[in-house]
């Protein structure tokens, strides 16, 4: 039968539930049960395709192109599964299926109507979709379904109902409710506060919904007075309220969970055959805390994009430099830089912000361009390319990053001086990116090219083929409608810049690399969406291994880390570090 976990939450949005639900699913998925996980976002956009980065943060993709909700990114990330599009149900998908019924007269007639036929449609994509392999092709067992949103939002509402109902139809040792709130500090008095939690329980619990576990995110641990309040006034056992304070890295909180009796909760109150021998998988989230926090040496890379006041827009990207980072042992420390300030035009109009820009860009140890859309910033994102290819400081581009890599070699080393992309500059006489769509027939709209594909190598010596292993072709995530012309290709080879990495057909160039540089390599996919905290994506791991000085030795040990510098993928093992035996990291071909 299988298990349906709840999280809602209450007080504010963005309270973490993205990763409290990612860490119920790790415990429960180092107890040997296959977990799947579902996010339901109330907003009516039919995907998170079209969201500007700052609203929800980065539009995360998967391997189906499906374009959804960075929360899954930490689904895929923490129980290292593979999603798919279906996996995010929004409010906009629900509405859609039931008018496209109604419209094929499948109602009969009946008055179509929020209860029963939005609820109804609601617990059928839930259990449709639970039942989705999503790691080889194990059934799984235990499904985390994340809402979105606050309880007490008028658009969430449906789904509360929903699930309201889906409690009887499943049976109560089928499904529980864990409640995320907030426990303030206010500094004036420094002390926890827990009426929001009782006022947001009290409002779960008039919707029909009775939370099994109450977390409480808070700055420090509970105090235990306050523990037991909230147990008095929210109707639960000491013992389901559980506290979440912040911590130093998100890897903890699985363990923080694991310390508070939550699996033998679950397992008692879902009545689950857990065993409970010391958990392997949980040893290696330990070692990868333990060593976050023990970091000494440092390592710093310059991201230049647009979008940089809000972190979350490049959550993957973070995420995937942090697991690199974290493989060699170093404290990454990221250096936001917005393109526009690089540009000579600012420095007329604001003098102070473009050297404060160059001098970050100048002192990072690496350079990453990330992709983005739109022309503002691309200018600024070209000089700090240029400054990369003559200081031979290491690079990455990513997606555009590498058009614009493309784009500043043509200017300064082929001579083209007008060169660009034709998104950029239509009436170009040197179009060295152009529009290259998937045509899928009797589509509309959908004229991106979306979802894993593969990139085949065609170099024996390329920097990047080593570090995946050797691999003769990858798999990896695209999201792009612009490529390089394939026409120009020949041009740029008789100049040191090779493109390495082509698709199947041969007419879309996936990888450059230049000679004579330390690392200078841009990527058209985004490896950054595959990237694990186990399994550091390829061309990440190169930019910080770059970065740090560590490439070259890395390359002659047959891409292998030295023992010291490695918690193994395959040892579950808590030995000392010194004597867990060499790895080699896993290609990603292979999956």
Not at 276 to 285: D, E, G, Q, V
Not at 558 to 569: A, E, F, H, K, V
Request: proline share 5%; aromatic share 8%; net charge negative.
């Amino acid at each position: 039968m299988m298990k349906y976990i709840l999280v809602t939450g209450g007080v504010i949005s963005g309270i973490g539930k993205g990763i409290i639900a990612s860490s119920v699913g790790t415990i429960l998925k180092s107890c040997g049960l296959h977990v799947t996980a579902i996010k339901i976002d109330p907003y009516i956009n039919i995907d998170a395709g079209t969201f500007s980065p700052y609203e929800h943060g980065e539009v995360f993709v998967l391997d189906d192109g499906g374009e959804v909700d960075l929360d899954l990114g930490n689904y895929e990330r923490f129980l290292d599964i593979r999603l798919t599009k279906d996996n995010n149900l929004t409010t906009g998908k629900i509405y859609q299926s039931v008018i496209n019924k109604e419209r094929r007269g499948d109602y009969l007639g009946k008055t179509v109507q929020v209860v029963p036929h939005i609820t109804d449609a609601i617990q059928e994509w839930v259990v449709k979709q639970a039942a989705v392999p999503v790691d080889d092709d194990a059934e799984p067992q235990v499904c985390v379904i994340e809402l979105g949103g606050t309880v007490g939002d008028i658009e969430s509402m449906p789904f509360i109902e929903a699930f309201r109902q889906f409690q009887f139809k499943v049976k109560r040792e089928n499904f529980c409710n864990i409640h995320v709130s907030l426990v303030p500090q206010p500094s004036a008095t420094g002390e926890q506060k827990t009426k929001p939690t009782q006022n947001s329980v009290r409002e779960l619990r008039g919707l029909g919904l009775s939370p099994d576990l109450i977390m409480c995110r808070c700055s420090t641990a509970l105090d235990n007075s306050v523990k037991e309040k909230i147990s008095m006034f929210c109707h639960v056992e000491p013992e389901q309220v559980i506290c979440v304070q912040d911590v130093s890295s998100i890897y903890r909180v699985p363990l923080l969970l694991e310390d508070q009796g939550v699996v033998s909760y679950l397992s008692r109150r879902l009545n689950m055959p857990i065993e409970s021998r010391p958990r392997k998988m949980l040893t290696k989230w330990k070692e990868m805390s333990d060593r976050s926090d023990r970091l000494l040496e440092h390592c710093s890379i310059a991201l230049v994009g647009k979008y940089t006041k809000f972190s979350d827009s490049y959550a993957s990207v973070i995420k995937a430099l942090e697991h690199s980072a974290l493989a060699i042992s170093h404290k990454l420390e990221v250096k936001y830089i917005d393109s526009a300030y690089l540009e000579p035009s600012t420095l007329h109009e604001e003098p102070v912000k473009y050297h404060e820009a160059w001098q970050k860009l100048c002192s990072a140890d690496g350079i990453l361009v990330p992709g983005g859309f739109g022309v503002r910033g691309t200018e600024g994102k070209i000089h700090a390319i240029n400054w990369a290819r003559k200081q031979k400081k290491p690079f990455l581009g990513v997606c555009l990053g590498m058009q614009l890599a493309v784009c500043e070699f043509a200017r300064n080393m082929l001579g083209w001086k007008d060169a660009n992309s034709t998104e950029f500059d239509p009436e170009t006489k040197h179009p060295v990116v152009i529009d290259m769509p998937e045509h899928n027939p009797g589509q509309m709209g959908g004229t991106m090219r979306l979802g894993k594909r593969r990139t085949i190598f065609n170099n024996d010596t390329s920097v990047l083929r080593k570090l995946y292993g050797d691999a003769e072709y990858v798999d990896e995530r695209h999201r792009h409608r612009f490529e390089v012309n394939p026409e120009l290709k020949s041009h740029f080879e008789k100049k040191g810049l090779h493109f390495v990495g082509q698709d199947v057909e041969g007419e879309r160039m996936e990888v450059i690399e230049l000679d004579d540089h330390p690392y200078f390599i841009g990527v058209q996919y985004h490896p950054e969406f595959t990237s694990r905290p186990i399994k550091p994506s390829p061309p990440y791991l190169g930019l910080l291994l770059a970065a740090a000085g560590k490439l070259q030795s890395y390359l002659q040990k047959g891409c292998r880390l030295s023992p010291r510098d490695t918690y193994s993928d395959r040892s579950g093992s808590s030995t000392p570090d010194s004597e867990i035996s060499e790895l080699k990291l896993p290609s990603t071909s292979s999956e």
